[in-house]
């Protein structure tokens, strides 16, 4: 979970479904749904054998609140618009493997 500097909204990662959810602090309400916005393959992720796939295992935005970084246990980052509502970049399998935590340097894109 994380929450935009200018303090309008809340963002949380779903583990069940692999969703990010934006809900704003004024009215409580979910304002928009990046839908399975990491590979959530439930036979896989509830399994004995991979309990990994697709977990998003951190989130974080920009200081000027243009961006949304996720990154799964699989090691995928994305990068996320929330001023379009879309998805600008994906690196698939970050050669660090899982990631926990995110600390990000913005410049620009």
């Excluded at 959810?21 to 036979?43: D, L, M, P, Q, Y």
């Amino acid at each position: 979970m994380t929450v935009t500097n200018d303090k309008k909204y809340v963002i949380t990662a779903w583990l069940s479904s692999g969703d990010i959810r934006i809900h704003s602090v004024s009215t409580k309400k979910e304002v928009h749904t990046f839908k399975r916005a990491h590979s959530c393959n439930h036979k896989e992720f509830y399994g004995a054998k991979s309990y990994d796939t697709g977990r998003i295992t951190s989130i974080g935005v920009s200081p000027d609140d243009r961006w949304l970084v996720s990154a799964d246990a699989t090691g995928q980052v994305k990068v996320w618009d929330l001023q379009n509502l879309k998805e600008i970049y994906s690196k698939e399998k970050h050669q660090a493997g899982n990631l926990c935590d995110l600390c990000c340097y913005f410049t620009s894109f």
